[in-house]
């Protein structure tokens, strides 16, 4: 079992930086791949990012390549988000499961945090 809480999101102006963080706990976390996703007001959850058990191959939405990066250490998993976009605007999910860019594949998430960018 994979607890995750995330933290980091709040109000930035449109071209700011933000930091996600998602904290895990449990045994398998560290066999785990973990992804991002966010549900923006009236639409439907998104692929963000993801990340292998060791760190070595990453994914991306072309939605935020060149401008978010995603890494992990032993405990934890980042999100880096730069050149934030009021498009950005969601509540940003952690989860955990398979590298994959799909939310059937990761079986356990977070409960979410507010991103918020101001044009």
């Known amino acids: 079992q994979v607890q995750l809480v995330e933290s980091g999101g709040g109000l930035v102006q449109a071209g700011g930086s933000l930091r996600l963080s998602c904290a895990a706990s449990?045994?398998?976390?560290?066999?785990?791949?973990m992804g991002w996703f966010r549900q923006a007001p009236g639409k439907e959850r998104e692929f963000v990012a993801a990340?292998?058990?060791?760190?070595?191959s990453t994914n991306y939405a072309d939605s935020v390549k060149g401008r978010f990066t995603i890494s992990r250490d032993n405990a934890k998993v980042y999100l880096q988000m730069n050149s934030l976009k009021p498009a950005d605007t969601a509540v940003y999910y952690c989860?955990?499961?398979?590298?994959?860019?799909?939310?059937?594949?990761?079986?356990?998430w977070g409960q979410g945090t507010q991103v918020t960018v101001s044009s």
């Open positions: 989860a955990g499961g398979r590298l994959a860019s799909i939310s059937t594949a990761y079986d356990y």
């Open positions: 449990g045994r398998t976390f560290s066999r785990n791949a």
């Open positions: 990340i292998n058990w060791s760190g070595s």
